[in-house]
């Protein structure tokens, strides 16, 4: 079992940057796929990012892609969202998820982190 914990959330002008970290306890880490979603006040839970369990292949959402860049440390236990030229409506609550490679959904997840982009 995995257990997630996100931190690196905050108040930012738009156009700046954040560094999102999501530390996992567990030694079955460094084998599962990770992945970062966010919501939003109002809105369903949206899917943002994903990284492989080798660190390999990402893939991203498209109002994201090329500003946003997903990353892990094995050795650290640990995967990044960094976030630049943030926009106001990347404003959400920013969740880090993890899966068994091939699963359908993610049964892992963390308590969340608050991005608030000010225009």
Known sequence: QVQLVESGGGLVQAGGSL???CAA???TFSTYDMGWF???PGKEREFVATI???GDKTSYADSVKGRFTI???IAKGTVYLQMNRLKPEDTAVYYCSGRIPGASSYPYWGQGTQVTVSS
């Open 71 to 73: 990353s892990r440390d």
């Open 25 to 27: 306890s567990g030694r």
């Open 19 to 21: 560094r999102l970290s």
């Open 52 to 54: 492989n369990w080798s």
């Open 38 to 40: 966010r919501q939003a």
